[in-house]
T-cell receptor
């Protein structure tokens, strides 16, 4: 099976712009979660989608949003980018959001100038 | 809220030796899952091993094993016969049950260096 894929892998934006990141889960996986990784804050949970519904949300401002499509692919959007949004954004999928482990994609590295 | 603590920011081990990485967590839940993930320089997070809290038997995956002490809320990772390819950042992660869904709470990470 193909693993979790994320596009783009690298992105450079300027403050005030918006960005959309994409994640395709492992085939058959219906749960997709997003995490932000920074040197200062470590790995932080952004949100989880399951069957096109947001099931959980982390403690991030409303500028961070996401959605999931009927084929389980997910996108996250960050509007009005700030310098502090520079991070590695990781997407993870799991079979049905139950007790299984999450499997991560390679991440999208976002640099905000 | 659940918290995960890894008190060793860095560890080093000689090739072929054994090393143990520590992790403690805090939770009021009785059922949960614990994981160790490895993040090499490529930044790809790789699942190393998982443990279900209701299972008393410690999980083992080839050279990787855990020491799960539920009462002490401790979950350490032992790497036997360390190899150069084991060098990476290791994260301990907690996943609860119920409304928390698939959400993982991560520790701060332990950077493991393997010396030849």
């Amino acid at each position: 099976k193909a693993g979790v894929t994320q596009t783009p892998r690298y992105l450079i934006k300027t403050r005030g712009q918006q960005v959309t990141l994409s994640c395709s889960p492992i085939s058959g996986h219906r749960s997709v979660s997003w995490y932000q990784q920074t040197p200062g804050q470590g790995l932080q949970f952004l949100f989880e989608y399951f069957s096109e519904t947001q099931r959980n949300k982390g403690n991030f401002p409303g500028r961070f949003s996401g959605r999931q499509f009927s084929n389980s692919r997910s996108e996250m959007n960050v509007s009005t980018l700030e310098l502090g949004d520079s991070a590695l954004y990781l997407c993870a999928s799991s079979p049905w959001g139950g007790p299984g482990a999450q499997y991560f994609g390679p991440g999208t590295r976002l640099l905000v100038l | 809220a659940q918290t995960v603590t890894q008190s060793q920011p860095e560890m080093s081990v000689q090739e072929a030796e054994t090393v143990t990485l520590s992790c403690t967590y805090d939770t009021s839940e009785s059922d949960y899952y614990l994981f160790w993930y490895k993040q090499p320089p490529s930044r790809q997070m790789i699942l190393v091993i998982r443990q279900e809290a209701y299972k008393q038997q410690n999980a083992t995956e080839n050279r990787f094993s855990v020491n799960f002490q539920k009462a002490a809320k401790s979950f350490s990772l032992k790497i036997s016969d360390s190899q150069l390819g084991d060098a990476a950042m290791y994260f301990c992660a907690y996943r609860g049950q119920g409304t928390s869904g698939s959400r993982l709470t991560f520790g701060e990470g332990t950077q493991l260096t393997v010396n030849p």
